[in-house]
């Protein structure tokens, strides 16, 4: 049998083992979404120098931040506890352990702890780089 011959046997056997293995890991989708949590939709997005960031917060029980907004697209995941978040017109909306938020852009609103134990958030930022994370309402 020629080399090339035998080169294509062994490749579609590896081919075949690797189709068929299986694995344990298990995947479930937190979070696909074009919108803000308030419906606003996701305009197409012009960076021409993409940062990315994660950040963990944690908010101790009754702990808010200040009235804030963002100007890029950040995702929260609630680790653990109840966060609830509530806009500058007095929208809210209340999240708990293991559950995902695709939060506002440029609308102010602050988060706050309304659990019984601190609240931990991983954050997600992507946009232009040097864009700051938040600004703060004056």
């Known amino acids: 049998m020629n080399k090339v011959i035998k080169l ?49 917060i944690v908010f101790n029980i009754g702990e808010e931040l200040p009235m804030h907004k963002h100007d890029l697209v950040n995702i929260a995941y609630v680790k653990k506890g109840t966060l609830t978040v509530i806009t500058d017109d007095n929208k809210e909306i209340t999240l708990h352990e293991g559950e995902v938020l695709p939060e506002l852009i440029g609308k102010y609103h602050y988060g706050k702890n309304t659990g019984n134990e601190p609240v931990e958030l991983v954050v997600f930022y992507i946009g232009e780089k040097g864009t700051p994370l938040s600004v703060n309402k004056k």
């Open 8 to 56: 294509i046997i062994v490749l579609f056997i590896m081919f075949l083992c690797v189709t068929n293995s299986s694995y344990s890991a298990q995947k479930d989708v937190l979070l696909r979404t074009t919108s803000t949590w308030d419906n606003a939709e996701y305009k197409k997005l012009k960076i021409k120098k993409p940062e990315v960031t994660v950040l963990k």
